[in-house]
């Protein structure tokens, strides 16, 4: 099996930076298309950000475009999701998760919560004014 782990989370000031981390274990020797989820209190999960299985495609939702950033290190079996110019609207618990790998990693499917076979525990980001 698969395990995702987030790390990196914690309090910022507007304005600044946290770079968030997503370690994966198991069978490492498939790889996946990830993506970043978040979730606000009292809100729904919804999509940040996501990456192809070998990095050289990347996608933001509008909210973040510009000021997030995705990468992954496949030898490490590490995804990161630099963060930067933080705003309030950020804070939200940060999910990582697995594509499941029939799924085509489209501007659709990667928005879609279903689409995703493996999910990490999540971590907190807090952005304080």
């Known amino acids: 099996q698969v395990q995702l782990a987030e790390s990196g989370g914690g309090t910022v000031q507007a304005g600044g930076s946290l770079r968030l981390s997503c370690a994966v274990s198991g069978r490492t020797y498939t790889t996946y298309a990830m993506g970043w989820f978040r979730q606000a209190l009292g809100q729904e999960r919804e999509f940040v950000t996501a990456i192809s299985w070998n990095g050289d495609s990347t996608y933001y939702a509008d909210s973040v475009k510009g000021r997030f950033h995705c990468s992954r290190d496949n030898a490490k079996n590490t995804v990161t999701l630099q963060m930067n110019s933080l705003r309030p609207e950020d804070t939200a618990i940060y999910y990582c998760?697995?594509?499941?790998?029939?799924?085509?990693?489209?501007?659709?499917?990667?928005?879609?919560?279903?689409?995703?076979?493996?999910w990490g525990q999540g971590t907190q980001v807090t952005v304080s004014s």
């Open positions: 998760a697995a594509l499941s790998p029939g799924i085509p990693l489209t501007e659709r499917t990667m928005t879609e919560r279903q689409n995703y076979v493996y």
